[in-house]
């Protein structure tokens, strides 16, 4: 285009407010947040009007393995175990509901609208709704009574009943073989992809993480000297069939701007070579799907990582079976007012947060700059 | 259906319709059960919201009310009436703001490439991704000291800047589609930065608009976190509501029809609006 040099630098001092403020509310402000979570900032150094402290990883630490304090421990339990249920919740029946709508059904419009409407709530609404449809003694649970079955007994939300319990001191140890699980995966995949050499390079780096595993080398990080149970708490169920109906939507959405993006001549094609209907989905429009797959994963598992109104709604902050970090570093802040403890859990659900979302948005903005 | 033809291609023909009819039936049985299944919240909420005080007990919880009332709407109504103007006093300018900013920095970054913007533009979105309790610490510090925390002003300040890279994100890729050939013939003319944008740019920038105000009144309407912490004096509709179904004391009609009145209206613009709302939806996973 033919722009003058003064026009370039108008376009540039339009863009400068946001930059501005973006540096500062988002970059600065984490800053901030992480420095807070190196001290002892709390009620009572703010009262004594003193400087915080500086007092190094202690509150990263007392996350991890504080004596009085298992609540993150329980909220990290509870975010791994409730991201995947929800994860793979959303995708499947997103997926489901999206095929199903691709079959040009008549009242299309009207499924769509259904199974998307709930996106258009707020998490308290949807909160809100469900505390009333998971109350044991009557909601859902009294449904069986319609058609003459006995009522439900299903805690929801406030079970308090514990699957697959762990030590908390094997924690490093479970994430190290989580780790060799995840390289080992990736190296296989390379050599089914014939990158021969670097697949068997990843594969001996799991090989020697194991070794490390075995000889006590992942045990030897445990800074806890007691034992602390954790699991599986039952009422995430509650929470993920809440959440999940209310992101269901999404994917179903995802995945069908996919598969309308498939064309018809490509299915016609693979029938005419003798692919069953269930052949063409398998062998071409998954494939196809895939890359929408992994948006989605992204984009749902940072929802979950960062889930706090829904989870404020139907737990308070008390119940700690449904716990999770970000009413933790919600309640521990503004209620318990200890600043540092709670700008330490903020940062680390900002690392897992960026694990997920750094990558993604490189790659995508890559791709795009690429086409 | 009728498969009870005897002759040698009825034979031929039938058993594939049969089985198209039935694979057909199926999927809208599957489809329907669904359908039931994300509409019981709904049922339940109408059923009790239309029930007095009375007839709410746990036999009769699935059951149509008796007698219709409108008792809960009117109680709800009462307790959620400031959260509700509050949020309307929130949502229209933070989302006129941060829609116009939007649409300017969409502009700068689609149709005035310079060096950076590469990088810049990554940095922006990140800002859309980041759980906010990262930035909760400092936020209220520092609408303490410039004399905005607990005020509608400041939450609108704060939805403003948190939404600027969701805005930027959807006009951008709006105007990466209007070819350059249409600005280039603008600049020929003689228009400058400003002329290009008040005369071809924002003359077709309608649909984006609709999409990013829909989008960020949706979002700003049902936002709770920076609610709760940044404004809980003058309670926004959707903090309203969490009290109200926090404290014993009000009945679960009551619950339901303020939960009701505190959807609608994103509700509505969804029903309306639906297909715009679902571009917002599919541009938040960046690609669009």
């Given at each position: 285009m033919g722009q003058s040099k003064r026009d370039r630098v108008i376009a540039i001092a339009m863009l400068m407010p946001t930059v501005i403020l973006l540096a500062i509310f988002v970059y600065g402000f984490i800053g901030w947040t992480g420095w807070t979570s190196l001290t002892n900032s709390n009620a009572m150094q703010r009262l004594s009007q003193q400087p915080a402290q500086y007092i190094g990883l202690d509150n990263y630490t007392n996350l991890f393995s504080g004596l009085l304090n298992n609540r993150f421990r329980i909220d990290l339990v509870n975010t791994v175990f409730f991201t995947l249920m929800f994860i793979f919740f959303s995708l499947a029946i997103g997926l489901l509901l999206a095929i199903l709508i691709d079959q040009k059904i008549k009242g299309e419009g009207i499924f769509r609208t259904i199974f998307l409407f709930p996106m258009a709530l707020s998490f308290v609404v949807t909160g809100v709704v469900w505390k009333w449809l998971f109350n044991p003694s009557s909601g859902i649970n009294r449904l069986p009574e319609l058609v003459g079955?006995?009522?439900?007994?299903?805690?929801?939300?406030?079970?308090?009943?514990?699957?697959?319990?762990?030590?908390?001191?094997?924690?490093?140890?479970?994430?190290?073989?989580?780790?060799?699980?995840l390289v080992a995966v990736i190296g296989a995949w390379l050599l089914l992809k014939r990158r021969t050499q670097i697949g068997a390079f990843i594969l001996a780096g799991a090989i020697l993480i194991s070794t490390w595993i075995l000889v006590g080398g992942a045990a030897s990080l445990n800074i806890?000297?007691?034992?602390?149970?954790?699991?599986?708490?039952?009422?995430?169920?509650?929470?993920?069939?809440?959440a999940g109906?209310?992101?269901?939507?999404?994917?179903?959405?995802?995945?069908?701007?996919?598969?309308?993006?498939?064309?018809?001549?490509?299915?016609?094609?693979?029938?005419?070579?003798?692919?069953?209907e269930l052949g063409v989905y398998r062998h071409v429009v998954l494939p196809l799907l895939a890359p929408i797959t992994l948006s989605a994963i992204i984009i749902l598992g940072h929802i979950s990582l960062k889930i706090f109104d829904l989870v404020y709604v139907m737990g308070g902050g008390d119940n700690l079976f449904i716990d999770m970090p970000g009413i933790n570093m919600f309640f521990t802040t503004f209620r318990g007012q200890e600043f540092g403890q709670g700008a330490a859990i903020a940062m680390i659900m900002l690392i897992m947060v960026a694990v997920v979302i750094i990558p993604y948005l490189v790659s995508s903005l890559r791709g795009e700059s690429k086409r | 259906m009728t498969s009870t033809s005897q002759s040698s291609t009825g034979r031929k023909i039938a058993p594939m319709n049969w089985e198209r009819t039935l694979s057909r039936g199926l999927i809208y049985v599957v489809l329907l059960i669904f359908a039931a299944i994300?509409?019981?919240?709904?049922?339940?909420?109408?059923?009790?919201?239309?029930?007095?005080?009375?007839?709410?007990?746990?036999?009769?919880?699935?059951?149509?009310?008796?007698?219709?009332?409108?008792?809960?709407?009117?109680e709800a109504f009462s307790e959620l009436a400031p959260g509700l103007s509050n949020s309307l006093v929130l949502v229209v300018p933070a989302t006129v703001i941060s829609a116009a900013m939007g649409s300017m920095n969409g502009y700068v970054l689609s149709k005035w490439k310079f060096p950076g913007a590469n990088i810049i533009f990554p940095l922006m979105l990140f800002g859309m991704f980041i759980p906010y309790q990262a930035i909760l610490i400092p936020l209220v510090e520092f609408l303490n000291n410039i004399g905005l925390f607990n005020?509608?002003?400041?939450?609108?300040?704060?939805h403003v800047v948190y939404g600027l890279p969701i805005t930027t994100l959807i006009f951008r890729n709006y105007y990466t589609e209007v070819p350059d050939e249409m600005l280039e013939a603008g600049a020929i003319d003689g228009a400058g930065f400003f002329g290009l944008y008040r005369y071809i740019v924002l003359p077709i920038s309608l649909p984006g608009f609709v999409v990013v105000i829909i989008w960020q009144f949706t979002q700003i309407w049902n936002e709770f976190l920076f609610a709760i912490t940044v404004s809980q004096k003058t309670p926004m509709v959707t903090v309203a509501l969490q009290n109200l179904s926090g404290s014993q004391i009000i009945e679960w009609n009551v619950q339901m029809a303020a939960s009701f009145l505190a959807a609608i209206p994103t509700l509505i613009v969804y029903i309306l609006l639906g297909r715009y709302f679902i571009r917002g939806l599919l541009a938040g996973s960046v690609k669009g």
């Open positions: 079955l006995p009522p439900g007994n299903f805690r929801w939300f406030i079970s308090q009943d514990r699957w697959f319990e762990f030590n908390w001191q094997d924690f490093p140890v479970i994430v190290a073989w989580f780790v060799v699980a806890m000297d007691r034992p602390e149970k954790h699991g599986f708490n039952v009422a995430l169920f509650a929470l993920v069939l809440a109906w209310q992101m269901v939507g999404y994917t179903m959405a995802m995945y069908l701007a996919g598969l309308r993006g498939i064309s018809e001549e490509l299915r016609e094609a693979c029938r005419v070579d003798g692919a069953t | 994300f509409l019981l919240p709904v049922y339940m909420v109408l059923v009790t919201s239309f029930k007095s005080i009375d007839q709410v007990n746990i036999s009769t919880m699935w059951t149509l009310p008796s007698a219709f009332t409108l008792e809960s709407f009117k005020s509608i002003a400041g939450l609108i300040m704060v």
